[in-house]
């Protein structure tokens, strides 16, 4: 994967703004906005329509796309995101259209969709769960995707990552240490300031359910020596552009459904993270330990029976 492929949306950008991204060191404010102005970029690259000035109707039209898979206050996020993208590059006022009165409209009626809809969270992935779709995965007749699919699953379980960030894993972001994987967390929901997190994933006992050695074994495999780790890979085992969020929840629908579970629309991407909490706290795990691993900041979130000694896939 060229490096152009995997950056083509900025090259959208005014030059001003390309600058403003290639920093390797920016404002706090720039920081915060870019992984939603990036997120948008993406969209409008895919699907064709003018990103700046982008119509007040294409921005709506991904906001409630945004909508289907995130809460209002990640609506809102990327609609000031998207807000900001503008105004640096000179639309100001009424020119931005973050002012009109249908985005306004928009993301009122989302916020008042998620009030009055019941909240359906995904279902946990369970160890053995796990070991049975990384089994599907070394099975996989296109080769390249069930080691990729490993790598991703195994790694998103054990880290306990948003699928955000597990979609966003770059080669300059980890290193293998003796004790087994670090991965460096730059940017994510909870930290808006990029303060960074490192995430230290320990060698399994099983080789098979390793995330060491299914991230070993897919970057041998992919040969990719530098930026987005996770990417697509087609029905002929090419491997194409970083994968999306999304891309993550889709893979574990789609592992799922492969094992045959009735239930397979009841899991997502968060069912990684969540299955990794639930795990580790009826294993004994401390909530502090967790908390660490997971990034989490409220206790509240992980409030779970504790109990029994550490699991090992």
């Known amino acids: 994967m060229s490096d152009y492929e995997e ?16 920093l390797s060191h920016a404002k706090n404010t720039n920081i915060a906005y870019k992984g939603d102005i990036e997120d948008f970029m993406k969209w409008a690259l895919k699907r064709g329509v003018e990103s700046i000035p982008c119509s007040p109707l294409h921005f709506a039209e991904y906001l409630v796309e945004c909508s289907k898979v995130s809460k209002v206050n990640t609506v809102k996020r990327r609609a000031s995101g998207v807000s900001y993208l503008h105004r640096q590059s000179g639309y100001l006022g009424k020119d931005n259209p973050r002012e009109d009165p249908l985005i306004k409209e928009t ?25 049975a779709i990384v089994t599907l995965c070394k099975e ?43 991965i460096n967390i730059p940017f994510s929901k909870t ?8 995430c230290r994933l320990a060698h399994g006992q099983v080789p098979a359910t390793c995330p060491v050695t299914a991230m070993r074994d897919w970057l041998l495999l992919s040969d990719i020596r530098d930026g987005f780790i996770f990417c697509a890979v087609n029905k002929s085992g090419k491997i194409g552009t970083v ?3 999304q891309a993550v929840w889709r893979i574990v ?4 459904k492969e094992l045959g579970r009735a239930d397979w629309d009841d899991f997502g991407g968060h069912s990684l993270r969540s299955g990794f909490a639930s795990t580790a706290a009826e294993n004994g ?12 900041k409220r206790d509240a979130t992980l409030r779970k029976k504790q109990k029994g000694q550490s699991y090992n896939l």
């Open 107 to 131: 993301i009122r009626l989302i916020a008042r969709r998620e009030r009055e809809t019941p909240i359906k969270k995904s279902k946990e992935l369970t160890p053995e769960l796990i070991r």
């Open 140 to 182: 996989d007749e296109n080769t390249v995707k069930g080691v990729r699919d490993r790598a991703l699953i195994l790694i998103g379980f054990s880290s306990a990552m948003r699928r955000s960030n597990l979609s966003k894993i770059k080669i300059e972001d980890i290193d293998f240490v003796i004790q087994g994987l670090e």
């Open 191 to 198: 930290d808006q300031q990029g303060q960074g997190h490192v």
């Open 285 to 296: 795990a401390s909530i502090q330990a967790i908390k660490s691993q997971g990034g989490w």
């Open 253 to 256: 629908k789609a592992r799922l």
């Open 7 to 22: 950056r083509e949306w900025l090259e959208k950008l005014p030059q001003d703004l390309q600058d403003l991204f290639n």
């Open 243 to 245: 994968l999306s969020g």
